[in-house]
Each structure stands twice: as structure tokens, then as C-alpha cells.
């Protein structure tokens, strides 16, 4: 069961302001979990971005969460960079103001995050890594490119069964502004939204 906050978050998603033209660039994301589903598989997500610090972050966990709140089950979320850098605090908070509860495990330069978004499910354990570092899946996985920077500097990700390009306009834009919370918050909830499209649009 998720953190009631959290459900109230995504019961007020609305889908209907999703453009067709991004329906467009969700659907293969749909198929690929369809098909997984039709066929009894585990199905493996692995959303990447070029430093895995924030949009790649947002969409696992929120990914992970919708899956839950769908129950749809054997739904297995990763994130990971064309480098590790670190899970950037605003994208944390982001997450916070929706109801997540986020722990730090640990205090280096690139902390490790217990992230849950139920009493009772395993917390998203976050943290920056390349995409093909060994906490990830390694084969039978959906690439999902989150930023037009990692899309175009990886031609091939090894392992991966289909490669999805749904990139994010990247929230750093607005680092050391008055509007940074405001846009860390909207992208949060974008890339929350348009997870919500793809997995209501799910036949178990």
C-alpha cells in the first residue's frame, strides 16, 4: 500500500494534458511492458541520463511507484549515466514534497538514498552509476533515454532489448534561482504524469 500522500499525488495526475505527439513517444515504452506482461516476464527498466543526477533519478522512482500503485508486478526500476556524479538534492526534494520518505545511508561525494514510497514494499535504493554498473540489470531491459545528451552519446547500450528515447527538459537550468524548487517540483510531476499515461494504459 502506498504512503497515502503519494496516492493522492498521483490519483490528481492528469493524463488528459499529455500531447499526442508525447503519447506518441510513450507508446514503445507501452508495448515493451505489454509485452512483457503478455508473456509472464520480469520486466526490467533502466532509465538513463548523462550524469544520473536527476531526470534518469525522478523516473525510476516514480516508475517503480506507479507500477506499485497499478499493481502491476515483477516491475524492476534502475537509473544510471554515461558517468556518476550524484543524485542532485533538489531532485530529492522533489520527491520528499510528494510524500516520499528519503533516508541517507551514507555521506560521501555520492551518498546512497533509501527511497520509499510504501510502509511495507523494498525502498528504490538510489544513487549515480554508470548505466551499465553491476547494480544494474545487465540484459533483457528497456533503455529509456531521459535526456537528448545521452541518447545521442550512446549508440549502443549493451544488454538492452529495446532502447526508448522520452527525453525531459533537464531542471538544472534553474539551479541557483528563485524558481528552482518551483521547477525541480513541475518536471517531478511531468515525468510522474506521463508514467501514470503509460501504465493505465496496461492490460494485466
Known sequence: MLYKSIEDVIN??????ITTER?????PLTDFIQAKINNKNIINLNFICTHNSRRSHLSQVWAQTIAHYFDITNVFCYSGGTEATALFPSAAEALETSGFNIKKLSKESNPVYAIKYSENAHPVIGFSKTFDDSFNASSEFAAIMTCSS???GCPFIAGAEKRVPITFEDPKAFDNTPQQAEKYKERSLQIATEL?????NLKK
Open 12 to 17: 490528481k495526475l492528469d493524463v488528459s494534458t
Open 23 to 27: 503519447k506518441e513517444i510513450l507508446q
Open 150 to 152: 545521452a541518447d545521442k
Open 196 to 200: 501514470k499515461y503509460v501504465f493505465s
